[in-house]
């Protein structure tokens, strides 16, 4: 009889720590996913501040031709512009754009520099060829007009 009470027992303890064990992986997996979660937020987050510290740089009159190198490189390395949705540029991609714009209208920026960030833009966003373009055209255009 108190065999059968012992072989009780032990199964009742292997079932409540397998119950335990069950339960804390599956916490664990919930925390793992929340912390990736949120750490694309902030990756997110890092770009975003990226992005407009470049256009910053970019819009500053006093920048100088590596500043602007540099800026760029960092654009086209960190700052991939936003995803197109049904083909059209989102209103976010405009913030890219502009840094585009501010380039190719700075002061020390010459027809090499333009070139270069040409290049750097369109081969890490083949599918924003068009606006690139169009931004750096309006760019040159504006150079003479720029204060």
């Given amino acids: 009889m108190q065999e059968n009470y012992l072989i009780i027992a032990i199964a009742l303890v292997i079932i409540i720590i ?3 064990l069950l339960f804390i992986i599956t916490n664990l997996q919930k925390t793992v996913i929340i912390r990736q979660v949120e750490r694309e937020k902030e990756i997110e987050a890092a770009k975003s501040k990226t992005i407009e510290e ?5 819009a500053y009159r006093g ?3 590596n500043d602007l190198t540099v800026a760029i490189l960092e654009v086209a390395k960190s700052c991939i512009f936003p995803i197109k949705i049904k083909g059209v540029a989102p209103k976010s991609a405009k913030t890219y754009l502009n840094f585009v714009l501010l380039i ?13 960030m040409n290049t ?4 890490a966003n ?6 690139i373009d169009i931004y750096e055209s309006e760019g040159i255009h504006q150079r003479g007009n720029r204060i």
């Fill in 54 to 58: 470049m256009v910053e740089i970019a």
């Fill in 126 to 131: 083949p599918e924003y060829k068009t606006e």
């Fill in 18 to 20: 397998l119950i335990s």
């Fill in 63 to 65: 920048s100088s031709r």
């Fill in 104 to 116: 190719a209208s700075h002061k020390n920026a010459d027809a090499k520099l333009i070139a270069f």
């Fill in 120 to 123: 750097e833009l369109k081969k």
